[in-house]
């Protein structure tokens, strides 16, 4: 792997895309603990190792690893019930070229994985659509996107996991709780987790 | 007269929060790391009344804050320097004082920097989530930062105040800059330039940011950075060209290229950065 300093405390590793970013942040975060890390953080097309004593050091050391492919059977899947009634699914359908109903069988018939998490805590960036179905954000984001909202932008989908500003392309809304602070487990769509949309 | 262990707020002034050194380990999942914005001043004043460095205290803004003591305890105010008062007499700054149950204490507005931390002996003592009571301005995490008629518990002392070893230092305006890790990012010109121009701090700074103006730093290249993961004291460089150095809550990914990272021992120097300050940055490699 390809592993640059960053400042004096973390090591960037680089990757081809997004598979290689999946695979390789199964094999970093598993041995965070030997690697002498405090963050594993994967991202688009990188991971982050932070907190290291002597990134240097890990940084030469992971220039002799390859992350081999991640194995499936340790990913999470969920199922994220959705009601298909969002304020741009006709957008949507606009930027891809197909009625309403194709945006909500292409979206319920994708699997994703969830790339990484950002923006606000427990925020999936899921992968998985093809490349030419990448949907241009609001021009002006909204002031406030409710809980629970299903939304695409660029190469994700994304569920809101708070109320907060936004300018995502919102497809619909689900119930499904998907932060707890308090709970052992507050995410419930974590890296490498497999994603499955349904309509209700 | 009450003997709770408790601190009530008398007035939080413009922005006081609960911190402490924040909850590191959750960025995976989108969670900032948070906490004091100057951890040497937060860990000094946890020293200073007997406190583990790790304690939960006091971080004020620019304006101090009143508190009232609803037991016999102590305090000690450390980072931005600002006239401490008790019971209405001054007392010492960098130093642990006592204050007595129902006694007023009043921070004052820093005379020097923008935060202070007022740390009790025993700590803020209010429920932590995900291991730390810290206040995320920008998830929301954690307590609200605080009101007027809040009341703070404060938890049993461990061990006895330790007195004084407050030695105020020069702060300087200089920050230590280690390159990467998209510093090609910027025209070579605009790299030298980042060395050597004076960048006044912009009043939208807070604990998210210190946000820069100065010379506008040039791209070398159009397109879109893919969201990358974001460390402390990173240095990032949006269209506007103007440098944003990266404080506690910062948010965990994003999309506009990091050129550099501020050196650890410099990341004071930022917190205590006052809007209309001038600050430099010093090339390390």
């Known amino acids: ?200 | 007269m009450r003997s709770d262990r408790v601190l009530e707020v008398l007035d939080a002034g413009a922005l006081s929060t609960i911190q402490d050194l924040g909850r590191p380990g959750f960025a995976h999942l989108g969670v900032p790391r948070s906490g004091a914005v100057d951890q040497p001043a937060l860990r000094l004043a946890n020293r200073l009344v007997g406190n583990p460095e790790e304690a939960a205290a006091l971080e004020t803004t620019a304006t101090g804050l009143r508190l009232r003591f609803g037991h016999a305890g102590a305090l000690a105010v450390t980072g931005a320097r600002s006239a401490v008062r008790v019971g209405g007499r001054a007392v010492g700054w960098g130093t642990a004082v006592a204050a007595a149950a129902g006694a007023e204490v009043e921070v004052g507005p820093a005379t020097d920097g923008l935060r202070s931390y007022v740390a009790v002996a025993g700590g803020i003592a209010v429920p932590a989530v995900l291991g730390s009571r810290a206040t995320d301005l920008l998830s929301g995490l954690g307590p609200s930062p605080l009101r007027a008629g809040d009341v703070l518990p404060v938890g049993p002392a461990v061990a006895e105040p330790s007195g004084s070893e407050a030695v105020p230092r020069e702060r300087g305006s200089e920050l230590g800059l280690w390159l990467g890790p998209r510093q090609d990012w910027l025209t070579p010109a605009a790299l030298a330039r980042l060395g050597a121009a004076s960048y006044e701090v912009e009043p939208a700074s807070n604990r998210i940011g210190v946000r820069l103006r100065g010379p506008v730093l040039e791209r070398a290249r159009d397109e879109e950075l893919p969201s990358e993961p974001m460390v402390l004291g990173a240095v990032q460089v949006p269209p506007s060209g103007q440098p944003v150095v990266f404080l506690a809550d910062h948010p965990t990914t994003g999309g506009y290229p990091v050129v550099g990272v501020v050196r650890e021992a410099d990341l004071p120097v930022c917190a205590q950065a006052r809007p209309g300050d001038r600050l430099s940055f010093r090339i390390l490699g």
């Open chain 1, 1 to 200: 792997m390809r592993a640059h300093r960053v400042g004096e405390h973390a090591v960037l590793v680089e990757c081809a895309g997004t598979d290689e970013v999946q695979d390789t942040y199964a094999l970093l975060a598993a041995r965070r603990e030997e690697l002498g890390a405090v963050e594993v953080v994967p991202a688009a097309r990188t991971v982050l190792l932070d907190g290291l004593a002597d990134p240097g050091l890990v940084a030469a050391r992971l220039a002799a690893w390859t992350a081999p492919p991640a194995p499936a059977a340790v990913s999470a899947r969920v199922e994220v019930p959705v009601r298909y009634d969002g304020a741009d699914l006709e957008e949507v359908a606009g930027q891809w070229q197909v009625g309403v109903e194709e945006v909500v069988a292409i979206h319920t018939g994708t699997e994703f994985t969830v790339a990484f998490c950002g923006f606000a805590p427990g925020f999936a960036y899921c992968t998985g659509l093809p490349v030419d179905r990448a949907v241009r954000r609001r021009a002006s984001p909204r002031t406030a996107v409710p809980a629970g909202s299903v939304a695409l932008a660029g190469e994700y989908t994304g569920v809101y996991p708070t109320s907060s500003p936004g300018g995502w392309q919102l497809l619909g809304r689900t119930e499904l709780e998907l932060w707890r602070a308090d709970a052992e487990q507050p995410a419930l769509l974590v890296p490498g987790t497999r994603v499955r949309f349904r309509a209700l």
